[in-house]
């Protein structure tokens, strides 16, 4: 059974930047889709980013676009999320997601609005001066 852990959250000034972790055990992250989403205080869960099982196709909300890049390391079984040009409506508990794909070598499936299961216990980003 696939487990994320995720890690690298902390406060920022605002303009400021972070690089999230997903480190993830039990099998390796090319058999999945991977999504990350966060939450903030009092609003609905946001899904920001999503990289598909093949690492070739990725996709971002217009929240993040141009600001946020996501990224994987199979060989430290790990997906990314930097993080620039933060701003204070980016704070939230961020969390990375995992779906299994039957065929990771070649899907290009990305959906960072889809609800995945497997999920870690967050990260705390707190963007303020």
């Known amino acids: 059974q696939l487990q994320l852990v995720e890690s690298g959250g902390g406060l920022v000034q605002p303009g400021g930047s972070l690089r999230l972790s997903c480190a993830a055990s039990?099998?390796?992250?090319?058999?999945?889709?991977l999504n990350w989403f966060r939450q903030a205080p009092g609003k609905e869960r946001e899904g920001i980013s999503c990289?598909?099982?093949?690492?070739?196709?990725?996709d971002y909300a217009g929240s993040v676009k141009g600001r946020f890049t996501v990224s994987r390391d199979i060989s430290k079984n790990t997906m990314y999320l930097q993080m620039d040009s933060l701003k204070p409506e980016d704070t939230a508990v961020y969390f990375c997601?995992?779906?299994?794909?039957?065929?990771?070598?070649?899907?290009?499936?990305?959906?960072?609005?889809?609800?995945?299961?497997?999920r870690g216990k967050g990260t705390q980003v707190t963007v303020s001066s």
């Open positions: 990289i598909s099982a093949s690492g070739r196709d990725t």
């Open positions: 039990g099998h390796t992250l090319d058999h999945y889709a």
């Open positions: 997601a995992a779906d299994f794909q039957s065929a990771p070598q070649i899907s290009s499936w990305c959906d960072y609005t889809f609800n995945m299961d497997i």
